[in-house]
């Protein structure tokens, strides 16, 4: 905690602000911030009182629960405990008999163009029937299965099945490495793997099958009874007789009707893996009730979702965006929502802004390093600038995953909003299963580059280290001071670093602590996130935690002997890894220093996946380390953004070593 400080910057003066459109307004579920004030009085009269509300409304129970929230275990808080329900039938089931049977659920684009559409009935037919062979094949209630497909319809039909039947889903995405994808396997303790022979991306057929295939050969997983694989494309795989088996059939003959199972509240829906400051990847463990009241209850406010939208979310299954915000999120809201198999540059960068226009999208929900890329090719090719394009449909943008700056904003607003839709800077984790800090799009007046206002119940504050409350105008540490429904429930098979890293005791154990630095604005008590103050990355919006990097540099034991790793400003992708190399061996220079550069970025790509690839590696003969052997690492990240060293360098152990690291080998 002691790096908070460093994340702490004045604040932003941003003068530029956006009341909601007087029609979006007047539409709205949310019509004006006395409506949004009204919601956060009432949490705060009877907290319990209020979320117990939400849950009823928006969640449909098989046995009503008569306990809100159980703070008797704190910091392991429970949630609706003793009531049931089934996530999947509050996605699919629910809507029988209404409405929405017969309306589209999804409208999936091939990454090569090729469009298909399912309704809600059809949708549930394929879960019961996936679900039916899962339990043909043994998977029960209580087990893990890993899911490891491209973006798909069957994709989703994979997780809403194991949703379906009480088994826990592990989503892992597909850029990770064999080595990942065996760490997830082992450390969840799953007993299925569902995988797709290959995923198309830009026009590419990518192996995955093969990589689970790897990934088990590395040992440990014998827990594994069966491998389930989508016949994404007619090339063939290859097979292994008795484990593995084709979605054909695990299909074969099974029943499109499947009982959904009443679980728990408190039953883990899912764990997913993400990147922490220390070692391992940490499996998130989130509850079935509070994360399906959140994801369907910030669909309806911070999406405004209407019956005619047509809602699309550019974020992968494997993340917690694609989790809450396109396999469960969207369907508990009935919503009509577009899956994108392919990549924003195919077969130009103009994609996105078509299928916008094809589709008839009204919201569209992205990233701030998509948007940034998609500037830049729009300002170098007037053939793929969004101008080419109809965008009326679109009645609000959203953004998620990292801090969007000012200037992207400004364009997302004119060039993609044509300065009519609302932007909703949505700012979550995680850990946190659902929308934290966000503009309600008929209610709050834009700042760009603030995620402005915690959602009503939401306790988000800024404090220092022993947690007082900061002014406004002054920076601290994110934290939320009362547990909510769709929070991290545990760390899987780690509940004492759930505690340590969410619940630390100088903050009296029970205050959730977020990671990341924020400031709230003098003016409005807007929040601002100024980034990550542990060791964790934020590049293209991906979580990465530079100790796994350094490790997996580290594990090349016959070439590297020491390695540290840090961000720097990057301008497309926010952050950008840079690692320091010790080797085995003098420090290398041209084309030895560029190839071996080479090297360990493709092993770093084999360790982990080519997302963690560093931008810049530099060698030297040792690292900048105080007397106690420590390493600098603020050090590193001034050299790694090429500023001068102007901190107080005098507690080195060998300062000489800075020059030699600044200069490019
Ligand atoms: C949903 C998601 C979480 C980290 C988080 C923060 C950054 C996400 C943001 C944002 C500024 C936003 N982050 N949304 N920073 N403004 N609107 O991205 O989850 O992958 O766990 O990442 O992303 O640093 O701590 P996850």
């Known amino acids: ?70 703070e008797s275990n704190a910091p392991f808080f429970q949630w609706f405990a003793d009531g049931e ?55 029960q209630k209580g087990d893990r299965v890993l899911i490891y497909m491209p973006m798909t319809i069957e994709g989703v039909v994979a997780m809403q099945a194991c949703a379906r039947i009480g088994a826990t889903h592990s989503v892992v995405f597909g850029g990770f490495s064999a080595k990942a994808v065996q760490e997830r396997i082992v450390d969840v303790g799953a007993v299925a793997v569902i995988t797709s022979n290959y995923q198309m991306r830009g026009g590419k057929e990518l192996p995955l099958k093969s990589i689970v295939d ?26 292994v007789a008795g484990r593995d088996k084709t979605f054909g059939e695990l299909l074969q003959g099974q029943s499109k009707e499947c009982a959904p199972v009443a679980v728990g509240a408190e039953h883990p829906l899912f764990i997913l893996y993400t990147s922490g400051s220390t070692g391992k990847p940490k499996g998130v463990q989130h509850a079935t009730g509070g994360y399906m009241l ?29 989790h809450t915000y396109v396999a469960y999120g969207p369907l508990a809201a009935g919503a009509t929502q577009i899956v994108f198999e392919g990549v924003p540059t195919f077969p ?30 729009a300002d170098s090719d007037a053939a793929v600038h969004p101008k080419n394009w109809d965008l009326s449909s679109l009645r609000l943008l959203g953004s998620v995953g990292e801090p969007i700056n000012p200037e992207a904003w400004m364009w997302y607003h004119k060039h993609i909003g044509a300065e009519r839709c609302p932007i909703v800077d949505t700012f979550w984790q995680t850990e946190n299963g659902g929308h934290m800090i966000t503009p309600l799009p008929g209610a709050t007046p834009l ?10 119940g939401i ?57 990341d630095g924020a400031v709230r604005s003098v003016d409005r008590g807007y929040f601002r996130i100024t980034g990550r103050i542990d060791d964790v990355l934020n590049v293209s919006g991906h ?75 530099r060698f030297g003969e040792n690292l900048p380390k105080t007397r106690s052997g420590k390493i600098m690492r603020r050090l590193l990240r001034s050299i790694a953004k090429g500023e001068a060293i102007t901190q107080d360098t005098s507690t080195l152990e060998n300062p000489a070593i800075l020059e030699q690291l600044a200069k490019t080998n």
Request: net charge negative.
């Open 1 to 70: 905690m002691s790096t908070a400080t460093s994340a702490i910057e004045s604040v932003l003066v941003e003068n530029r602000v956006f009341p909601p459109p007087a029609t979006f307004a007047a539409q709205a579920r949310i019509a004006s911030m006395e409506q949004y004030q009204a919601l956060c009085d009432e949490a705060e009269r009877d907290y319990e009182g209020y979320w117990a509300r939400l849950a009823r409304e928006n969640v449909v129970w098989s046995k009503p629960f008569t306990q809100v929230l159980d």
């Open 294 to 322: 959140w994801a369907k209850q910030t669909v309806d406010w911070t999406f405004d979702m209407k019956d005619s939208d047509v809602f699309w979310c550019t974020a992968d299954i494997g993340w917690i965006t694609g």
């Open 447 to 456: 700042v760009p580059g603030s995620c402005t206002l915690p959602l009503p």
């Open 348 to 377: 130009n960068a103009g994609r996105f802004w078509q299928m916008i226009e094809r589709h008839g999208c009204t919201i569209f929900y992205t990233a701030p390093t998509a948007i940034r890329s998609l500037i830049k090719a």
């Open 214 to 239: 790897d990934a088990l050969a590395l040992g440990g997983c014998e827990a594994i009874k069966n491998v389930f694989v989508y016949e994404r494309t007619p090339t063939a795989c290859n097979l």
């Open 543 to 617: 979580r990465m935690g530079t100790m796994e990097i350094e490790s997996a540099l580290v594990s090349k034991t016959d070439l590297v002997a020491e390695a540290a790793v840090v961000g720097r400003p990057d301008d497309l992708t926010g952050e950008a890894i840079c690692a320091f190399v010790v080797l085995k061996r003098p420090v290398p220079h041209g084309e030895e220093a560029k190839q071996l550069a080479n090297e360990l970025r493709n092993w770093v790509a084999k360790e982990i996946g080519p997302i963690a690839k560093p931008k810049d590696i």
């Open 459 to 515: 306790t988000a504050a800024i404090v220092d280290e022993t947690g007082n409350d900061m002014a406004n105008g002054a920076g601290g540490m994110l934290v939320v001071k009362k547990p909510w429904p769709s929070m991290i429930r545990n760390i899987w098979g780690d509940p004492e670093r759930f505690k340590k890293s969410y619940f630390p005791e100088e903050l009296g154990g029970k205050t959730y602590l977020a990671g």
């Open 85 to 139: 329900l089934n996530a999947s039938a509050n996605c699919l089931d629910k809507h029988m008999g209404t409405p929405v049977e017969h309306k589209t659920a999804i409208i999936f684009e091939a990454d090569g163009g090729e469009v298909t559409k399912v309704t809600y009935r059809e949708l549930l037919e394929r879960v019961s029937q996936f679900a039916n062979g899962l339990k043909a094949h043994g998977v």
